[in-house]
């Protein structure tokens, strides 16, 4: 069992920038997921249990970054140039079979935290 605990979501206005926490128990591929309401979860980022590769969606490349620092078992993703349409809840997700199983989520999942973005 993976217990995944994220923080750092709330509201900031467009162009802002926020930072997303997530606290692991196991060190796995991670991911970050996001879903708007109405709309499906979608993938948004993943990295490798070492940190060395990462993996984005289009519709974030160059505006997010993910990144994770193992020695406090924690993975991150910071938001810059926020736009109205990055609105969701964020879901950290942790991954057995590793980052090449992305954009497909693991079995592991956090309980979210919302992000909005004003215009």
């Known amino acids: 069992q993976v217990q995944l605990v994220e923080s750092g979501g709330g509201l900031v206005q467009a162009g802002g920038s926020l930072r997303l926490s997530c606290a692991a128990s196991?060190?796995?591929?991670m991911g970050w997921f996001r879903q708007g309401t109405g709309k499906e979860r979608e993938f948004v980022a993943a990295i490798n249990w070492s940190g060395g590769r990462t993996y984005y969606a289009d519709s974030v490349k160059g505006r997010f970054t993910i990144s994770r620092d193992n020695a406090k078992n924690t993975v991150y993703l910071q938001m810059n140039s926020l736009k109205p349409e990055d609105t969701a809840v964020y879901y950290c997700?942790?991954?057995?079979?590793?980052?090449?199983?992305?954009?497909?989520?693991?079995?592991?999942w956090g309980q979210g935290t919302q992000v909005t973005v004003s215009s």
């Open positions: 997700n942790a991954n057995p079979l590793g980052i090449s199983d992305y954009p497909s989520p693991g079995d592991y």
């Open positions: 196991r060190r796995y591929a």
